[in-house]
């Protein structure tokens, strides 16, 4: 009897939140792979949530900065020499390091999955050596990765652009499921991801006070306690309820009971104008109407499907207008959900995960 596959990747993220990556391995374990996901362990991460595919997390030493970063590339680096696997798969640029020299050593087939353009992030741009350093790995890699696939067209045109690949597209997209939309008693609005910079905190917490119904956030980040701090300089504790991180199941009911859901990026990181966020996907499949930014990816959905309120002005008194017309106009709100349960019938990862298999099928 023919083995399975055995297919490695790896992450820098906490392996039991991490939504996209979930559905990617469970998807190719479902198809007979056998596969592994590698993350980190931090020292308040919690138990490992059992799922259909293996997971294994390295301890690390540091929390944050270089040092973090060099002390969990060699250990995944030695990890992957030693562990048995005929493709690996760098999650981002954060973990292609270590990924491409264990499978040059080895002869392993390697993919890249690019859920952002790294070297674009404001994170990363506004710290000239991080930049540079960053973008060396960058010319350095990716072009020796020639099969790969991201989260958009505008990510796959940036990638043939910079590095002549031309990788496949599989979007974040949520899982279709039968939806029973429940009894929205109290309204509230939701922002569900990563609680970084970037994501106009500055400008939505403000908002906040001209806006008549709550904000629960679910989620955490390098701008978390910036956002504590705002919300404390704007008197709005009764307003805006931190959840920290929430496992993707019991987010699903969060994102379910919600009114509005919040997708909102800055404009001075190209990763971010060109980006497809997650949450983007799981609002339009709770059938909750959106506030959204204005960038490309969401203008070529949301001109098939109006299921979002798509904004350019970032003003906090813009960001409460646009919501306060969802929260009010109900003719308005009522479009933009019925949208939604047509768009998911299109944008849903049944449909993607066809594409994701054709990518391993065609390597092995």
């Known amino acids: 009897m023919t083995k399975p596959t055995k297919i490695i990747c790896a992450v820098t993220n906490d392996l039991n939140y991490d939504q996209r990556m979930i559905r990617i391995c469970t998807a190719l374990s479902s198809a007979g792979y056998d596969v592994t996901l590698i ?33 969990y590339w060699l250990k995944l680096f030695f990890t992957l020499l030693f562990r048995k696997a005929d493709i690996l798969c760098a999650i981002d640029l954060d973990t292609i390091m270590p990924i491409y020299y264990a499978s040059k050593i080895k002869g392993t087939k390697r993919v890249y999955d690019a859920h952002e353009l790294f070297t674009e992030l404001k994170e990363v741009i506004s710290r000239p050596r991080v930049h540079k350093m960053w973008l060396w790995i960058e010319l350095h890699t990716v072009p020796n990765f020639p099969i790969g696939y991201t989260i958009g067209e505008c990510y796959a045109e940036e990638f043939k652009r910079k590095y002549a690949v031309s990788y496949a597209i599989v979007r974040n997209a949520t899982i279709l499921k039968l939806l029973q939309v429940p009894d929205k008693k109290e309204k509230y609005i939701l922002y569900q991801g990563a609680v970084n ?40 504790e009764h307003k805006v309820i931190f959840k920290g991180y929430v496992p993707p199941e019991e987010l699903r009911q969060y994102t379910l009971s919600a009114s509005i859901g919040i997708t909102l990026f800055e404009d001075t990181s190209l990763s971010n104008r060109l980006s497809m966020a997650n949450r983007f996907f799981d609002y339009m499949h ?28 970032l003003t906090p008194e813009n960001i409460a207008s646009a919501l306060n017309r969802l929260l009010q106009d109900e003719e308005y709100y009522h479009r933009l959900a019925q949208n939604c349960l047509a768009a998911r019938e299109v944008y849903c990862w049944q449909e993607e995960e066809k594409r994701l298999l054709k990518i391993y099928e065609n390597l092995v």
Do not use: H
Not at 47 to 63: G, H, S, T, Y
Not at 297 to 311: C, G, H, P, S
């Open 197 to 236: 910079v970037g994501r106009r905190f500055e400008q939505l917490i403000p908002a906040m006070q001209w806006v008549d119904v709550p904000l629960i956030i679910c989620g955490e980040g390098n701008f978390y306690e910036e956002t504590k701090a705002l919300v404390a300089a704007y008197k709005l």
């Open 39 to 71: 993350g980190f362990k931090r020292k308040n991460s919690k138990a490992l949530i059992e799922r259909p595919f293996k997971q294994k997390r390295i301890p690390i030493v540091a929390e944050k900065g270089k040092l973090l970063y060099v002390d």
């Open 286 to 313: 709770a059938a909750v109407p959106q506030l959204c930014v204005q960038y490309p990816e969401y203008e070529k959905v949301n001109a098939r499907f109006e299921i979002a309120t798509l904004i350019d002005d």
